[in-house]
């Protein structure tokens, strides 16, 4: 047996430098783009060249390799002239992008990147796309032409593919479509669906046409359908229209419309109509009666929309639109779409509908706003609710040249409307609408003393003045107040650092910082105000804060084996890549010197927030208050998260796959104040007698304090991959005051074992409105997805 030949070359032979990008058919390297650093390895067992060294010709077992590509078959003829290559007997190519698994013959011309493959089989990465068929013809660009094959997005190591396409002629465009003229649509081998003649996509980011249904099962809309079609308009521009039916209530349809203008503006918009003519008895499905208007029409719609553009002159312009046909539509109809599940919930209990517009300004340390703000009351009359039209506002700070003075300011105009003031009648009901001025400029005076105390000192008057259209009290239109803030601080940041070990090969730092600040603001009398913001009451302050940060670095000791000499390390900087953070604790505690004067209770709730990471992949946060007088729990949240380190290797292509494990636990607390009977009934009539507001400690009375607390909440969240194909998503929140569920969202989703389709089997339950739900998605992947998280 004669020796196998083997050589590299490096720019020797241009032709076989070509070769090596050839294999990507679209992406041929030309000779003079290559760098004579660059190396290719033949290997064969005979290797020739003949008229003058225009034709290379290498034979038996032969290997070409340019990292990463590799090019393997029986034997291999190169024209220099024509560019023409042509490869014969087991013909393979191995290209992380993508690969020829096999092929009888391949002939490529390397100037116009066109070839064709005899009884070839090819895979795309992207997409998981595999290709076969008698002969596989490449035009110029990324055409394909098929006889007599099929294609699928089916990864299967053995055994009969899930589903595959197969039909006489096949055209394919990468990034464009595939014509199937006499095909058939398989499931494991068995043909199911004829298709004389249908059109694919196959882009990888956007292709018109209609996405997989939704189904699924509810106790009171009964079997539901959803349909949507995708409409791609433009390479900028796109649409989903969806067609949904629930058999015991409604038929309705949605419309979304998106564009993307540039890196920075873009426009959404999306609309729906939902019309009742299956539901009965609507009126038993409501369960707060307390609403203004607790009543559900025949005919449902919503417009909701948002926009950013930023112009020429740097003016950001945005708008965030939302109008709903009735005040129960986004508790009924919100999962309807396509919204992340935290958006959906936060949506469903918000109490407005809100919608603003405005444009935006800023020139380093100076900003300007302006905007319209409307908000939709889902809970009392609308036509109580104030509006803002307009808002504008403008605010900076600046140091004031060759003092050591830095300057602040904000000034603040709006106009607030209603269409009806408030019910009730007199001064005490502090209701109107109108419009005011709110002036704060301020000036601070930064300090140090010594090398450790840091401080501030800040005075800033107030002027705020009104205009009212309906007056607290009559003839009182223009009123004002006048107030000035004085703050001031003074703190300093101590630290340590522990170590132990040989050399201090682990170590611990941790900083100190204790802060204390001054707050007084004078009283006055304010009764002649109505209350439109949190602006109209600045309750009298003189508190004195005493707050204590901690925080926690911790440096491991490979990290301190790496870089013994770097100095930076040494000294734990929190900016250093192998420094690790442990957590932080702060406590704040505020003693009220007017309130002392008063003989009232002088110190404020002791407020903590605590963060802990003790390792890579567990976390804890607590936040809460302390009445330090009853030693009372006055709020409270804690939550603690696990995250699956371990990193995912096994690529897929529907995102869930690729989001590590986790499990989340958090308590959420809140203790009942004196108004916390309106969270039950914000609608009440304070006035009435029965109501008893002049004396609501009397436990007749509907206003009398709740034992129970306000908020109480156990929310859990998991998700876990139980096998590689097999996940498992749950959350829900419990109400420990009422105990009972008021939420739980569980699904599960099984992929294929040659990871082509998904099925998603969800359940949803909620109080508010009373439903519970199931639903079912099928998805083939690589075809028609939505490239987004089920859960």
């Known amino acids: 047996m004669s020796p196998r030949k083997s050589f590299s070359i490096q720019a020797v032979l241009p032709i076989v430098a070509i070769l090596c990008g050839a294999p990507s058919w679209g992406q041929a390297v030309r000779p003079d783009a290559k760098s004579e650093a660059?190396?290719?390895?033949?290997?064969?067992?005979?290797?020739?060249?003949?008229?003058?060294?225009?034709?290379?010709?290498?034979?038996?077992?032969?290997?070409?390799?340019?990292?990463?590509?590799?090019?393997?078959?029986?034997?291999?003829?190169?024209?220099?002239?024509?560019?023409?290559?042509?490869?014969?007997?087991?013909?393979?190519?191995?290209?992380?992008?993508?690969?020829?698994?096999?092929?009888?013959?391949?002939?490529?011309?390397?100037?116009?990147?066109?070839?064709?493959?005899?009884?070839?089989?090819?895979?795309i990465e992207q997409n998981?796309?595999?290709?076969?068929?008698?002969?596989?013809?490449?035009?110029?660009?990324?055409?394909?032409?098929?006889d007599q094959g099929?294609?699928?997005?089916?990864?299967?190591?053995?055994?009969p593919t899930p589903w595959r396409i197969s039909a006489d002629e096949v055209d394919l465009t990468l990034e464009g479509t595939g014509i199937i003229r006499h095909g058939y649509f398989y499931i494991y081998d068995v043909p199911v669906l004829y298709i004389p003649y249908g059109i694919i996509p196959l882009q990888t980011e956007r292709q018109t046409g209609f996405l997989f249904p939704e189904v699924g099962q509810s106790n009171k809309d009964g079997f539901r359908y959803l349909q949507p079609f995708f409409w791609a308009l433009s390479k900028s521009t796109d649409a989903t229209f969806s067609?949904?039916?629930?058999?015991?209530?409604?038929?309705?349809?949605?419309?979304?419309?998106?564009?993307?203008i540039d890196r920075d503006s873009d426009?959404?918009?999306?609309?729906?109509?939902?019309?009742?003519?299956?539901?009965?008895?609507?009126?038993?499905?409501?369960?707060d009666k307390?609403?203004?208007?607790?009543?559900?029409?025949?005919?449902?719609?919503?417009?909701?929309?948002?926009?950013?553009?930023?112009?020429?002159?740097?003016?950001?312009?945005?708008?965030?639109?939302?109008?709903?046909?009735?005040?129960?539509?986004?508790?009924?109809?919100?999962?309807?779409?396509?919204?992340?599940?935290?958006?959906?919930?936060?949506?469903?209990?918000?109490?407005?509908?809100?919608?603003?517009?405005?444009?935006?300004?800023?020139?380093?340390?100076?900003?300007?706003?302006g905007d319209w703000r409307f908000y939709q009351d889902f809970i009392q009359f609308a036509k109580t609710t104030l509006q803002r039209t307009p808002e504008v506002s403008f605010w900076g700070r600046r140091f004031l040249s060759g003092l050591p003075l830095e300057f602040r300011w904000r000034a603040e105009g709006?106009?607030?409307?209603?269409?009806?003031?408030?019910?009730?009648?007199?001064?005490?009901?502090?209701?109107?609408?109108?419009?005011?001025?709110?002036?704060?400029?301020?000036?601070v005076l930064p300090f140090k003393i010594a090398s450790y105390l840091l401080g501030s000192v800040s005075v800033a008057p107030r002027e705020t003045v009104y205009y009212l259209y309906s007056p607290v009290n009559s003839g009182d239109r223009s009123v004002s107040r006048e107030l000035v803030e004085i703050r001031g601080n003074i703190g300093t940041s101590l630290s340590r650092i522990f170590s132990w070990g040989d050399s201090g090969t682990g170590a611990i730092r941790h900083v100190l910082e204790p802060e204390l600040s001054y707050f007084f603001v004078p009283g006055v009398n304010q009764n002649s105000i109505p209350i439109m913001d949190g602006v109209d009451r600045v309750r009298h302050r003189n508190v004195l804060t005493l707050a204590v940060g901690n925080r926690f670095w911790r440096r491991s000791a490979s990290a301190v084996a790496s870089a013994a000499e770097d100095k930076e390390v040494e000294s734990l900087n929190p900016f250093i890549s192998n420094v690790q953070e442990l957590g932080s604790l702060r406590l704040a505690l505020g003693y009220n010197i007017a309130a002392e004067r008063k003989g009232s209770d002088s110190l404020t709730d002791v407020d903590m927030n605590l963060r802990l990471t003790p390792l890579n992949y567990l976390s804890f946060g607590v936040d809460g208050g302390v009445n330090p007088g009853a030693w009372e729990i006055t709020q409270a949240r804690a939550t603690v998260t696990l995250v699956d380190p371990r990193p995912i290797t096994r690529r897929s292509l529907d995102p869930d796959f690729m989001r590590p494990n986790f499990l989340s636990l958090?308590?959420?607390?809140?203790?009942?104040?004196?108004?916390?009977?309106?969270?039950?009934?914000?609608?009440?009539?304070?006035?009435?007698t029965e109501n008893c507001t002049r004396n609501p400690t009397d436990p007749r009375c509907l206003g009398a304090p709740n034992p129970k607390s306000l908020v109480g909440d156990i929310v859990a969240s998991v998700f876990y991959h139980v096998t590689d194909n097999l996940l498992l998503n749950a959350n829900s929140v419990y109400d420990v005051v009422n105990n009972r569920f008021i939420g739980v969202h569980a699904g599960v989703k099984l992929l294929s074992s040659c990871d082509c389709w998904t099925t998603t089997l969800t359940l949803n339950h909620n109080i508010n409105p009373a439903k519970t739900s199931f639903s079912f998605n099928f998805n083939l992947l690589g075809l028609g997805t939505q490239k987004k998280s089920s859960f």
Request: hydrophobic share 30%.
């Open 666 to 688: 958090g308590f959420r607390y809140l203790l009942n104040g004196p108004n916390g009977f309106l969270a039950s009934n914000a609608n009440i009539d304070l006035d009435a």
């Open 414 to 443: 709006v106009n607030y409307l209603r269409r009806q003031d408030c019910p009730g009648t007199g001064s005490t009901d502090n209701c109107g609408d109108g419009l005011r001025l709110d002036l704060r400029p301020e000036v």
């Open 290 to 369: 307390t609403i203004a208007q607790p009543n559900i029409p025949e005919n449902r719609w919503s417009v909701v929309g948002t926009h950013r553009y930023t112009t020429a002159t740097d003016w950001l312009t945005y708008s965030d639109f939302a109008a709903y046909g009735d005040t129960l539509f986004t508790r009924e109809l919100v999962d309807r779409f396509d919204l992340p599940p935290q958006r959906e919930r936060e949506i469903q209990v918000s109490r407005f509908g809100r919608s603003r517009f405005g444009a935006f300004k800023n020139w380093e340390d100076t900003y300007v706003n």
């Open 243 to 260: 067609f949904d039916a629930e058999t015991r209530t409604r038929l309705g349809a949605l419309a979304e419309l998106r564009n993307k």
């Open 150 to 159: 099929f294609f699928t997005t089916c990864v299967c190591e053995s055994g």
């Open 267 to 287: 426009f959404q918009f999306l609309t729906s109509y939902f019309n009742e003519l299956w539901r009965k008895n609507a009126d038993a499905d409501i369960v």
């Open 38 to 123: 660059e190396k290719i390895d033949v290997t064969s067992d005979s290797l020739s060249f003949g008229d003058g060294g225009t034709q290379i010709e290498a034979k038996g077992n032969v290997q070409i390799k340019r990292q990463p590509m590799t090019l393997k078959a029986d034997e291999v003829q190169i024209n220099r002239e024509t560019n023409e290559m042509e490869a014969k007997g087991r013909v393979s190519l191995d290209d992380p992008n993508w690969k020829v698994k096999s092929a009888e013959s391949m002939q490529f011309n390397l100037e116009t990147e066109t070839g064709e493959l005899q009884k070839g089989e090819m895979f």
């Open 128 to 146: 998981h796309v595999s290709i076969s068929g008698q002969k596989l013809q490449k035009f110029s660009g990324q055409t394909y032409h098929i």
